[in-house]
């Protein structure tokens, strides 16, 4: 096997809970590398996610097809990202300041704040989704799930790791310029393919979407922790993946 193929692996290994054949896949400097494939793995899982929508589609009213093209993503992923999302807002929401905060996202257990932040962010999820036309969901949910990897990448790239270990270590150093303008790429060519479906001036709306949840994110967080973790970058995917869908239901409202 490629050691770009096994890094490719290990990164739907990282993100996701599709088997995959364990033998040597892991290093450090593997995992490393492996960011710059995480958009990649962001549009297979939208692919997956639009694919369930349309083919429920066929047979159940769109509202229900959308819950079960939701519910995938939640079974692909194992909820991780939301998951990140939740700790980080009940670390940032109950921590006085940055070390009681980083134990409190350590903490398995989940508190009022990650609830709720959870429960918003489902429901923001569908009914922006379900605002927009059939043919949209499907460009949306692809590209969502994309760019909001890359959303990701970009702050393991400009900011630093808070802690002294983590699931996120590997990548504390950031990642190399080749890597992050393969990712960058990536999140480009999936734009480009999209674009066939939805309008160009629509997308630049979801990008400017996505770049306000990704600042607002790292706003909330930065200032207490001063640096990202990795429930911090699931939440940042998250802000920038919700952040996407309300672009483009602005732009046509």
């Known amino acids: 096997m490629s050691n770009q193929i096994a890094t490719f692996l290990l990164a739907v290994q990282f993100l996701t809970r599709i088997p995959i054949p364990s033998g040597n896949l892991y290093t450090p400097e593997r995992l490393n590398a492996a960011a ?3 958009p990649l793995v962001g549009f297979l899982i939208g692919g997956i996610c639009a694919g369930v929508f349309w083919l429920a589609a066929l047979i159940v009213p769109i509202p229900l ?6 519910a995938a993503g939640l079974l692909l992923t194992g909820a991780f990202h939301e998951d990140g999302l939740a700790d980080t807002f009940d670390g940032i929401g109950g921590g006085h300041d940055r070390d009681q905060a980083l134990a409190i996202m350590k903490d398995s257990r989940l508190g009022t704040y990650g609830t709720l932040a959870l429960i918003m962010a489902l429901a923001i999820k569908f009914v922006a989704l379900i605002a927009l036309p059939s043919v949209w969901i499907v460009a ?3 590209v969502g799930h994309g760019l909001s990897r890359l959303s990701s990448v970009i702050v393991i790239t400009t900011s630093r790791y808070a802690r002294s270990d983590g699931k996120a270590k590997p990548v504390a150093e950031g990642i190399a310029l080749s890597r992050l303008l393969f990712a960058m790429g990536t999140g480009l060519i999936g734009l ?6 939805v309008p160009i001036t629509a997308l630049a709306a979801g990008l400017i979407g996505l770049a306000a949840g990704h600042a607002g994110m790292r706003f909330l967080f930065e200032r207490k922790l001063n640096g ?22 602005i732009w046509l409202s």
């Open 36 to 38: 710059g494939y995480y």
């Open 65 to 70: 097809a959308l819950l079960f093209a939701i």
């Open 140 to 142: 949306a949910l692809i």
């Open 192 to 197: 480009a393919v999209a674009s066939h479906w």
């Open 228 to 249: 990202y973790t990795g429930d911090t970058l699931g939440a940042v995917q998250q802000a920038s993946e919700l952040g996407f869908y309300v672009g483009l239901v």
